[in-house]
C-alpha cells in the first residue's frame, strides 16, 4: 500500500467518524420528544386526574403516530426523493412544535392529540437518520447502527435527566425537550453531508413488502425483532414508575429520575459493545447473548421484598441488555434480505415491531394494578426469549457466500 493510498484510507476514517459523531448526536437530541411526558407523568396524573388507561393512551398514541408517519413517509417515497438531512430537519421541528404545544394547551384531549403528531413527526427524525448513517458505512455497519442505537438511548432517556435536575417542573421539561429536539435537527442538516455509499432509488410497494417476507432468514430476523419490540419500549416507558414505587416502599432517598435516566440510558453502552462484537463474532450471536440476559431481568427484577441495592442492579443489566440487540436486527436483514426489496422490509419490521410495542405497554399497569409489578414485568420475558430462538434458527451461511449464490440477494454498497 503506497503511501497515498493510506492518506486517503485515514482521511476516509476521520470523515466517516466525524460523519456518524454529528448524526448520532443530533438523533439523540432530536428524539428527546419522544418519552418527555412519561417523565412527568406523576405530575400529569395529578395534574390532569389521569386514571391509568387515560395515562397509558399518552404514551402508546406517539408509538400509533410514529407507525402511521413511517408508513406514510415510505408510500410516498419522502426520504428517496428529499435529501434525509432536509427530512429530518423539518421532521424535528415539526416533533418540537407538537411537544411543546403541550404546555400551552394544558389539557388531556389535546395532549392526546399533539403527542400523536408528535410520533408522526419522529418517524421522519430516526428512519432518515439511520439511513444517512448507512451511506458512510460500507464495512463496520454494525457498529456505526450500534453507535445510531445508543444515540436514540440516551435520547429517550434524557427527560429523566431534565426531570430530575431540580426537581423540573412538568412544562419545563416539555419546553427543554422541544428545545433539544429542534437543535438536533439542525446539527444534522448544518453539518451532515451525504456519505459515499447511497442506497439506491425504490418506493414502497405492497407486493414487494409480501415477497420480501416470503424469505426465510427475513421471517426469522422480523420475528426475533418483534420479540424485542414486545418487552423494549414497555420496559423503558414503564421502569421510572416501577423504580419509583421499589424506592417508596423500602424508603430510599435516591432520586427516581436520575435513576431512571441511568438505567435507560446505559444501554447506549450495551447497544455500542453489542455492535462491536457482533461485527467479530456474528451478529446474530451478539443479539441472541442480549436477548437472554434481558429475558432474565425481565423475569426477576419484579420478585417481592428484593433488597434496593439488588433491584438496582438487575435494572442496569436489563437497561444495558434490552436494547443491545437492536442495531443487529437492521444489520442482519440488511445483509439478507433480496437487495431490491430491503427499504420494503425494514419499513414492514418496523411498522408492526411499532404496533406490537403499544399492546405491552397498555398491559403493562394494567396487569401491575390487578397482580403486581412481578407478572407485570414478568409477561415481557417471553418477547426476547422468544426472539433467541428465531435466530438461533437462521441459516448460517454468510451473507456474502449466499449472495454468490443467488445474485438478486447480493449486497450493494
Not at 484510507?9 to 466517516?16: N, R
Not at 438523533?27 to 419522544?34: G, P
Not at 414487494?208 to 424485542?228: K, N, P
Not at 401491575?368 to 412481578?374: A, E, Y
Amino acid at each position: 500500500m503506497t503511501m497515498s493510498n493510506v492518506s486517503v484510507e485515514v482521511s476516509t476514517v476521520a470523515s466517516q467518524r466525524k460523519a456518524l459523531l454529528l448524526i448520532a448526536l443530533g438523533t439523540m437530541l432530536a428524539m428527546t420528544t419522544w418519552f418527555s411526558t412519561s417523565a412527568v407523568l406523576p405530575e400529569l396524573r395529578s395534574r390532569w386526574g389521569l386514571s391509568t388507561n387515560q395515562s397509558s393512551v399518552l404514551i402508546v398514541v406517539l408509538q400509533l403516530g410514529f407507525v402511521v408517519g413511517a408508513v406514510v413517509s415510505a408510500a410516498l417515497g419522502v426520504a428517496d426523493r428529499i435529501a434525509p438531512q432536509k427530512v429530518v430537519a423539518v421532521s424535528a421541528a415539526g416533533a418540537a412544535a407538537a411537544n411543546a404545544a403541550i404546555v400551552i394547551a394544558d389539557g388531556y384531549p389535546a395532549a392526546v392529540v399533539l403527542r400523536f403528531v408528535t410520533g408522526a413527526f419522529l418517524a421522519g427524525v430516526y428512519p432518515p437518520a439511520l439511513k444517512l448513517t448507512a451511506t458512510w458505512f460500507r464495512k463496520g455497519r454494525g457498529m456505526a447502527m450500534g453507535v445510531m442505537i445508543a444515540a436514540l438511548t440516551v435520547g429517550s432517556a434524557t427527560p429523566h435527566l431534565v426531570n430530575a435536575v431540580g426537581g423540573a417542573h412538568w412544562s419545563a421539561v416539555m419546553i427543554a425537550t422541544s428545545i433539544l429536539t429542534v437543535t438536533g435537527g439542525a446539527v444534522i442538516v448544518a453539518f451532515v453531508p451525504d456519505g459515499p455509499s447511497p442506497f439506491p432509488v425504490t418506493g414502497f410497494n405492497a407486493g414487494e413488502a409480501w415477497r420480501a417476507m416470503q424469505q426465510r432468514d427475513v421471517r426469522l430476523v422480523s420475528l426475533a425483532y418483534f420479540g424485542h419490540m414486545w418487552e423494549l419500549y414497555a420496559m423503558w416507558a414503564w421502569i421510572a414508575l416501577f423504580l419509583g414505587d421499589v424506592l417508596d416502599r423500602q424508603g430510599s432517598n435516591l432520586n427516581r429520575s436520575a435513576l431512571a435516566f441511568g438505567v435507560i440510558a446505559i444501554g447506549a453502552v450495551g447497544s455500542i459493545v453489542a455492535g462491536v462484537w457482533g461485527d467479530r463474532v456474528g451478529k446474530a450471536r451478539s443479539a441472541i447473548v442480549a436477548m437472554v440476559f434481558s429475558g432474565a431481568a425481565a423475569l426477576t427484577i419484579g420478585v417481592e421484598g428484593l433488597p434496593v441495592g439488588l433491584v438496582v442492579a438487575i435494572a442496569v443489566v436489563w437497561g444495558a441488555t434490552v436494547v443491545a440487540d437492536s442495531a443487529q436486527f437492521s444489520a442482519i436483514l440488511s445483509e439478507r434480505a433480496d437487495q431490491r426489496f430491503v427499504g420494503t422490509a425494514l419499513t414492514v419490521q418496523l411498522a408492526f415491531g411499532f404496533l406490537l410495542t403499544i399492546a405491552t405497554i397498555w398491559l403493562v399497569p394494567l396487569v401491575r394494578d390487578n397482580v403486581g409489578w412481578w407478572a407485570a414485568f414478568a409477561m415481557l420475558a417471553p418477547g426476547p426469549l422468544f426472539g433467541a430462538w428465531a435466530l438461533a434458527r437462521l441459516d448460517n451461511t454468510p451473507p456474502d457466500t449466499k449472495a454468490a449464490i443467488d445474485p438478486s440477494t447480493r449486497l450493494t454498497p
